[in-house]
């Protein structure tokens, strides 16, 4: 009975998608079937990245191919480069002759670790033989999460639990069209999702697994090694599901740029020190001219009074006074439901301290380290930064050596886990002194002449969420350093969720009357303008 109903229903049920898809193109805007937008123009890849020894366009379709001649090592993926969806419907036809595939959703890409066109998380799994089509596999993450005809939940332990049946896997099979072109829906709302192919429900997945699961992330299409096979993909389609639910707000709709919002503190050691809106205005101005995927909006004087400041933030950076005075100590309530949903965050010079109690432990999680009082020291010199770790943040950074309040022997996670050192130094013995005093002397400093320190680092959250610590900062004429200004500027790119550029954010040596500009105190009298233009000169010329 099963079998006759699945011949009859499939072909309507198919037809009937393909219809709506068909009239979705001519409907008028708002129509219901015009929120999908199309992420393939069935001519090229634009917008799509992938190794172009196996990735082409054909026929409207795109193309995955491997031969005997020309095989993949290991599993390659095709990038969509244009979001990171977080709840989403996904509709695309696809068709395969021999092999495995997949379609991608909601993950990620360590290619330091792992190669290019390598991606990990959620995949809709797609074989020739119809055994794994329709499941969800965890790639690079947790083995098959669901099978085909299940209805699972995955609990804090990493696995699936069956908790229902959407019918038996074989008969489920019956819907899928061999060597021909089949429909894949994919729907993801929340941490519900779910998998039908021509209209039948295959999977039906509640991910409740909060240190392994992932609210937004890339989507990409598979090319399995093995032996030659091929996977055409044509019709993509996706609509963002809205309004987002509060877990998931940070998602951002196709082509929507990543926002970053900076806070930047009150007014506070005079002109040209910790100037922290002309610093965020700089940064948040050189992101939004050169980096195209973001959009940068400053909060000056502390933190903001708009109770919607904070609404699809990809990031958050604070460049303010800290200890006692932090300004986020009154709102860790309203930032740790934004770490937890995979908000990045930067802290940049004094704002790395906070005090230990309390907020030292969620600093600890959030950003991988702080200053913790009669532990860390903030002393001025010199940093000479030789070598940079294989780090995205240190793309485009060349050694340079520059004055500043260089805080160190921050308190890190313990073993350094999941933080990666960005800028190492050895300071001068003079810095280590005698005495014993919350911000400039204690004897495990001293204990450590002549060992290297570190004063900027990044971490990854288990959540997805990144996060960066910066202990320069004090002299605001610093970010005329090409190194120095590179290194935050691809730090806060990072942290948003977006890939620096190969060679770092590349910008021009920002002029004195840029500099000079947004500054919280007028310019004194005796201002040496030249003096500074000359260390500009000298700093950048060193390069």
Not at 92 to 119: F, M, T
Not at 465 to 480: E, M, P, Q
């Amino acid at each position: 009975m099963t079998s006759r109903w699945m011949r009859r229903v499939v072909p309507f049920c198919a037809g009937l998608v393909a219809a709506v898809a068909m009239l979705g193109r001519g409907q008028p805007a708002g129509a219901a079937a015009d929120e999908f937008q199309p992420i393939f123009d069935g001519k090229t890849l634009e917008g799509w990245d992938g190794n172009p020894e196996f990735w082409r366009v054909e026929d409207g379709a795109i193309v995955g191919q491997t031969t005997k001649e020309k095989p993949t090592k290991g599993n390659t993926f095709l990038i969509w480069r244009k979001g990171q969806p977080g709840d989403f419907e996904l509709t695309l036809d696809y068709k395969i002759e021999g092999g495995n595939s997949g379609i991608q959703y909601r993950s990620r890409e360590e290619p330091e670790k792992w190669g290019k066109w390598v991606i990990g998380g959620y995949q809709a799994d797609i074989d020739a033989s119809n055994t794994f089509t329709g499941i969800l596999y965890g790639e690079r993450d947790r083995g098959i999460l669901c099978g085909r005809g299940q209805k699972v939940v995955i609990g804090a332990d990493h696995k699936p639990k069956e908790v229902g049946r959407l019918g038996d896997a074989a008969e489920l099979a019956k819907a899928i069209r061999n060597n021909d072109w089949n429909r894949y829906r994919i729907v993801a709302r929340g941490f519900h999702f779910t998998h039908e192919i021509n209209g039948v429900l295959m999977a039906d997945i509640t991910d409740e697994d909060r240190e392994a699961r992932k609210s937004s992330g890339l989507l990409a299409l598979q090319l399995h090694a093995g032996p030659p096979m091929k996977i055409q993909f044509r019709n993509i389609r996706l609509k963002i599901l809205g309004p987002q639910t509060a877990e998931h707000k940070r998602a951002a709709p196709v082509g929507a740029k990543k926002k970053v919002v900076f806070v930047a503190g009150a007014k506070s050691h005079g002109y040209a020190s910790h100037a922290h809106y002309a610093g965020c205005k700089l940064l948040a101005d050189l992101l939004n001219q050169h980096v195209a995927g973001i959009q940068c909006v400053v909060y000056r004087d502390g933190w903001p009074k708009d109770p919607n400041a904070f609404d699809g933030a990809a990031a958050i950076v604070i460049y303010s006074d800290g200890g006692g005075g932090h300004p986020m100590l009154p709102h860790l309530d309203q930032i740790e439901p934004l770490m937890r949903k995979g908000v990045g965050l930067a802290l940049l010079h004094y704002a790395v301290e906070v005090p230990k109690e309390g907020a030292g432990k969620k600093v600890l999680e959030w950003v991988g380290g702080y200053f913790e009082t009669y532990w860390s020291v903030n002393p001025f010199w010199k940093a000479e930064f030789k070598t940079f770790p294989n780090h995205p943040i240190t793309r485009g950074v060349k050694p340079f050596a520059i004055d500043d309040e260089w805080y160190y022997h921050m308190r890190f996670r313990e073993n350094l886990e999941g933080v990666t050192p960005i800028l190492t130094a050895v300071p001068p013995d003079s810095t280590r002194r005698e005495g014993n005093d919350p911000h400039g002397a204690n004897p495990t400093v001293r204990a450590r002449k002549g060992m290297p320190e570190h004063v900027a680092w990044a971490c990854e959250r288990p959540d997805g969420g990144r996060g960066f610590g910066f202990t320069g900062g004090h002299t605001h004429w610093n970010w005329a350093c090409d190194g120095f200004r590179t290194v935050v500027l691809n730090a806060i790119v990072w942290v948003a969720g977006l890939d620096v550029p190969k060679g770092g954010v590349v910008t021009k040596t920002p002029t004195m009357e840029e500099l000079e500009a947004n500054q919280d105190y007028d310019q004194p009298k005796n201002f040496n303008r030249k003096h500074w233009q000359e260390l500009i000169r000298q700093w950048n010329a060193a390069k």
